[in-house]
């Protein structure tokens, strides 16, 4: 019986995309999907619910059980992202991730200089 970890790559390679530039689209861990299929394991209902979130055209039951059409009759297929649509996702995630560590690094810096005042 084929799980939804083998439906997910099924739905991936129709939707001509690879399994980093579908990690990236749905916001999970670099190479989760691919380790998730190398170790034929089960996929937690967060990430069904960001795929479904992300691709409403993929059918949920085919995804979940196997049965029925992979996509939404009703739904087109979207265009595959292009690849400067990407790098310009991932430069804002980075952007935001530096920009939140800065923010933690001044906070903590900030902090000692109080604590050294004191004493």
């Known amino acids: 019986m084929s799980k939804t970890i083998h439906r997910i790559m099924q739905s991936i390679s129709a ?12 916001g999970t861990a670099n190479g989760y999907i691919l380790r998730m299929e190398k170790n034929n394991a089960s996929v937690g209902s ?6 479904v979130k992300e691709y409403p055209q993929i ?3 085919w995804l979940i059980t196997g049965k029925g059409d992979m996509f ?4 087109p297929k979207p265009k595959t992202r292009a690849k400067h649509e990407i790098e310009a996702y991932i430069n804002n995630r980075l952007k935001q991730q530096w920009s939140d560590e800065k923010k933690a690094l ?12 004191i004493k």
């Open 15 to 26: 939707l001509n995309m690879s399994a980093r530039q579908f990690d990236i689209s749905i």
């Open 46 to 51: 967060d990430v069904i619910e960001r795929i």
């Open 59 to 61: 059918n949920l039951v």
């Open 72 to 75: 939404i009759k009703d739904t």
């Open 106 to 117: 001044l906070d903590e810096i900030l902090k000692e200089i109080d604590e050294v005042k």
